[in-house]
């Protein structure tokens, strides 16, 4: 099979389709009016606000506490900003070019803010969602891919951006054609669209079903399947808003799965990791920088080593299904549960006696 091509509708580092690792995640871009400084300030305010809720993955994040104190505090988190032209919109009545302000901000000292306020930090690495949409205009059905332009595209697109949800839309080449077709998509034959979302290997599938409707109104169907869950939703409405509140409940869902809440008082959760197939010198340091590298991970400490095996003692903000979260997205593939690498597990020699809280076994 040819390599498959994936149009991914934000920017992502190299990594497995079903993690990817958003690197635009402290940054954004707002269309402003001017220059002035007063207009600047009120810009860089409002997307740090923006920003805020992609970190955390919460939607109402400007609302929580805290938070309208940290926001009066954005001219010190702004690291970088810059002024972009763009060539006038058809729609623009004097026909003068957008001006875009560009804005990133720091992120230690955004991330140190919010846990400072009790408010989760999602990591840059994020389950990628393959999606599937079906639009209805005029009677007319069409399933859209990576291959089109349009501007329904584009407003999923900016959504995604805004939400940092990575967004992966399928070839629509020859084998997708024959496991799929609109109609399937139409009627949300589940199992259909899992199976031709295989080959994307997604973590989840976003089934999409646009239907045109008079007045300009349109009807749109969402339905989110993640780990065999499956989530409905839907919105009628204007063509913008319909396509963001896809994105919306696609974020939200994936967050309250992936973002796990930090423990009370900023305490740090204590977990031991009982790594297997420790050879070397090597196999230790690449296992040690690996779990420091960890989303989540605040600090890790080898104990008990012995008979290819090290008990590591591991500081997390969050509990054991985050950290099993974040193996599982990892971008890269390093360890492996000993329970999937089809293993006995057998009882571990006299000098490895703490029992574990996750055994896993270090990848070659």
């Not at 009545?93 to 804005?103: I, R, Y």
């Not at 999923?156 to 998509?185: F, H, M, N, W, Y």
Request: proline share 5%.
């Amino acid at each position: 099979m040819r390599a498959l091509i994936l149009l991914v509708l934000l920017g992502i580092g190299a990594c497995p389709l079903w993690a990817v690792e958003v690197t635009d995640l402290y940054e954004t871009e707002l269309l402003v009016s001017g220059q002035g400084r007063t207009e600047r300030h009120n810009a860089v305010r409002q997307a740090l606000a923006e920003v805020i809720i992609k970190v955390s993955g919460n939607e109402q994040a400007a609302l929580l506490p805290g938070v309208p104190g940290l926001l009066d505090q954005s001219l010190q988190l702004l690291q970088q900003y810059r002024y972009r032209n763009e060539a006038p919109a058809a729609s623009s009545p004097d026909g003068a070019p957008q001006q875009w302000l560009w804005m990133r901000f720091n992120q230690q000292g955004l991330d140190k803010a919010l846990r400072a306020i009790n408010i989760p930090v999602w990591g840059r690495t994020r389950p990628s969602t393959v999606l599937w949409l079906v639009v209805d205009e005029g009677g007319q059905r069409r399933l859209l891919g990576g291959s089109d332009e349009s501007e329904l595209l584009a407003g999923l697109r900016d959504s995604a951006r805004r939400r940092g949800i990575p967004l992966v839309l399928p070839l629509l080449d020859l084998e997708d054609q024959q496991r799929l077709k609109a109609t399937d998509v139409w009627i949300n034959f589940q199992e259909t669209i899992r199976a031709a979302s295989q080959r994307y290997a997604p973590e989840a599938i976003l089934v999409g079903r646009l239907l045109e409707l008079d007045g300009g109104r349109w009807q749109a169907r969402w339905s989110l399947n993640l780990a065999g869950q499956v989530y409905d939703w839907s919105h009628t409405g204007l063509l913008e808003t319909a396509l963001n509140m896809g994105v919306e409940g696609t974020a939200s869902t994936l967050a309250a799965r992936f973002v796990r809440q930090p423990l009370a008082n900023n305490q740090s959760g204590v977990l031991r990791i009982r790594l297997r197939d420790i050879r070397n010198l090597a196999d230790f340091a690449r296992s040690e920088r690996y779990l420091r590298g960890l989303s989540g991970v605040t600090d890790v400490q080898a104990g008990q080593i012995d008979a290819e095996q090290v008990l590591f003692t591991i500081k997390t903000r969050g509990d054991r299904q985050g950290l099993l979260d974040a193996v599982r997205l990892s971008s890269q593939p390093v360890l492996q549960l000993a329970e999937t690498a089809g293993e006995q597990r057998p009882a571990p020699p006299a000098a490895v006696t703490d029992a574990a809280d996750i055994v896993f076994r270090l990848l070659p």
